[in-house]
C-alpha cells in the first residue's frame, strides 16, 4: 500500500458556477463554446478554478494540442495564442486585457484565430483526437498539486532505483506530472490517460510514468481522495451544463487506474523496450494486476486492447 505523503494535495481546480455561466450559450463566451461544440471532437474545452486565489482558467484544445488560453475576473479577461500559433496570432489575438463588456467581440477574433490555428495542427492532433474519442473526458488540465519538485518524490526514487540503468547518457526516463488527460471509466474508475504517438520516444518509458502517475494519486490521505473525487464530479456537471460530452456517471472514490493509448506505427525496437521496462516494474512490485491497460490506436480510431498488468 502506497503510503500517505503530506506533500500531494488534490487538484482543486474544478470550475467555480460563475465561471461556468460565462460560457453558456447566453454568456460573453457563449460564442467560443459553441464554436467548440459544433467541431463534435476536433476541438475541446476545459475550465478551472482556483478560488482561493480567485483565478479562472480555459483552454480549447485539439486532441492533447492546445490552441487558446483564457484568463477570467469578473471585471477583465485576456483570450491569447498558445504556442506555438503565437506567429499567427497577429490581427487575432493579442495577449491584452479587456474589460468583460469586449467578450463578444473578442469571442469572434478568438474563433477565427482558433480555426487558422486548428488547420495548422491538423496533422500534430489527428492522433490525439482518434485516440481521445471514445473516452469519457473529465478534464485535461489535471495535476495533484505537489509541494517541491517532482523529482524529490520517493514515488519517482523508488521507480528509477527499480529501472537498469541507461546504457547511454541521457537516457533516463522523464518524468511529467500531468497526464494528457482525466477520464471516466464505464464503472467510475478515474483513469489517467497518457497519449504516444509513432514518433515519441517517451513510450519507452510509459509503464514507469504510469506508475508514477499513479503513485501520486494514491498518495492522497482518504479525505483528500474523496475531495479529489469531489472535483472531478464538479467538472463533470459543468462540463454537461455546457453541452460538452462527458461521462453520465460519478468518480468512485477507489484506487484510480492509467491507460497508455499508442500508435501501432510505432516503431518495434521502442514497443520491445516498453514491454522489458513494464516486465521490470511489474517483477518489482512496483506495477500490480489491473492497474494498468494499454491500447493501440488506429487513425480511425478504432482500438485493438491488450491488457499489460
Given at each position: 500500500?502506497?503510503?500517505?505523503?503530506?506533500?500531494?494535495?488534490?487538484?482543486?481546480?474544478?470550475?467555480?458556477?460563475?465561471?461556468?455561466?460565462?460560457?453558456?450559450?447566453?454568456?460573453?463566451?457563449?460564442?467560443?463554446?459553441?464554436?467548440v461544440r459544433a467541431a463534435g471532437r476536433?476541438?475541446?474545452?476545459?475550465?478551472?478554478?482556483?478560488?482561493?486565489?480567485?483565478?479562472?482558467?480555459?483552454?480549447?484544445?485539439?486532441?492533447?494540442?492546445?490552441?487558446?488560453?483564457?484568463?477570467?475576473?469578473?471585471?477583465?479577461?485576456?483570450?491569447?495564442?498558445?504556442?506555438?500559433?503565437?506567429?499567427?496570432?497577429?490581427?487575432?489575438?493579442?495577449?491584452?486585457?479587456?474589460?468583460?463588456?469586449?467578450?463578444?467581440?473578442?469571442?469572434?477574433?478568438?474563433?477565427?484565430?482558433?480555426?487558422?490555428?486548428?488547420?495548422?495542427?491538423?496533422?500534430?492532433?489527428?492522433?490525439?483526437?482518434?485516440?481521445?474519442?471514445?473516452?469519457?473526458?473529465?478534464?485535461?488540465?489535471?495535476?495533484?498539486?505537489?509541494?517541491?519538485?517532482?523529482?524529490?518524490?520517493?514515488?519517482?526514487?523508488?521507480?528509477?532505483?527499480?529501472?537498469?540503468?541507461?546504457?547511454?547518457?541521457?537516457?533516463?526516463?522523464?518524468?511529467?506530472?500531468?497526464?494528457?488527460?482525466?477520464?471516466?471509466?464505464?464503472?467510475?474508475?478515474?483513469?489517467?490517460?497518457?497519449?504516444?504517438?509513432?514518433?515519441?520516444?517517451?513510450?519507452?518509458?510509459?509503464?514507469?510514468?504510469?506508475?508514477?502517475?499513479?503513485?501520486?494519486?494514491?498518495?492522497?490521505?482518504?479525505?483528500?481522495?474523496?475531495?479529489?473525487?469531489?472535483?472531478?464530479?464538479?467538472?463533470?456537471?459543468?462540463?454537461?451544463?455546457?453541452?460538452?460530452?462527458?461521462?453520465?456517471?460519478?468518480?468512485?472514490?477507489?484506487?484510480?487506474?492509467?491507460?497508455?493509448?499508442?500508435?501501432?506505427?510505432?516503431?518495434?525496437?521502442?514497443?520491445?523496450?516498453?514491454?522489458?521496462?513494464?516486465?521490470?516494474?511489474?517483477?518489482?512490485?512496483?506495477?500490480?494486476?489491473?492497474?494498468?491497460?494499454?491500447?493501440?490506436?488506429?487513425?480511425?480510431?478504432?482500438?485493438?486492447?491488450?491488457?499489460?498488468?
Open positions: 500500500m502506497t503510503p500517505v505523503d503530506p506533500r500531494v494535495r488534490p487538484w482543486t481546480r474544478a470550475p467555480v458556477d460563475e465561471f461556468v455561466a460565462q460560457f453558456a450559450d447566453q454568456g460573453p463566451f457563449g460564442g467560443l463554446t459553441q464554436w476536433g476541438l475541446d474545452l476545459h475550465l478551472w478554478s482556483d478560488p482561493s486565489a480567485a483565478t479562472h482558467r480555459a483552454r480549447v484544445v485539439t486532441g492533447t494540442v492546445g490552441l487558446i488560453d483564457i484568463v477570467w475576473s469578473p471585471n477583465r479577461f485576456q483570450i491569447a495564442a498558445r504556442r506555438p500559433f503565437t506567429r499567427i496570432a497577429a490581427g487575432r489575438l493579442d495577449d491584452a486585457w479587456y474589460p468583460t463588456r469586449s467578450a463578444p467581440e473578442r469571442v469572434r477574433s478568438a474563433v477565427a484565430f482558433g480555426e487558422a490555428a486548428r488547420e495548422l495542427a491538423a496533422s500534430r492532433a489527428a492522433f490525439g483526437i482518434a485516440a481521445l474519442a471514445g473516452l469519457d473526458v473529465v478534464t485535461q488540465e489535471y495535476t495533484p498539486q505537489i509541494a517541491g519538485p517532482l523529482e524529490g518524490m520517493p514515488q519517482i526514487g523508488d521507480i528509477r532505483s527499480a529501472l537498469l540503468p541507461s546504457p547511454i547518457p541521457g537516457g533516463d526516463p522523464f518524468f511529467a506530472a500531468a497526464p494528457d488527460a482525466v477520464a471516466l471509466g464505464a464503472d467510475g474508475v478515474v483513469e489517467l490517460v497518457r497519449v504516444y504517438s509513432s514518433r515519441a520516444p517517451e513510450l519507452r518509458f510509459a509503464a514507469a510514468q504510469a506508475v508514477a502517475d499513479l503513485g501520486l494519486v494514491a498518495a492522497l490521505e482518504p479525505g483528500l481522495r474523496r475531495q479529489q473525487a469531489l472535483h472531478l464530479d464538479r467538472t463533470v456537471a459543468a462540463r454537461a451544463a455546457l453541452g460538452l460530452p462527458g461521462p453520465s456517471r460519478r468518480a468512485l472514490d477507489a484506487p484510480a487506474r492509467a491507460r497508455i493509448l499508442a500508435s501501432p506505427d510505432s516503431s518495434p525496437r521502442l514497443a520491445d523496450q516498453f514491454r522489458a521496462v513494464r516486465d521490470r516494474l511489474v517483477e518489482r512490485g512496483l506495477l500490480v494486476e489491473g492497474v494498468l491497460r494499454v491500447e493501440t490506436v488506429e487513425p480511425s480510431a478504432s482500438r485493438a486492447a491488450e491488457s499489460v498488468a
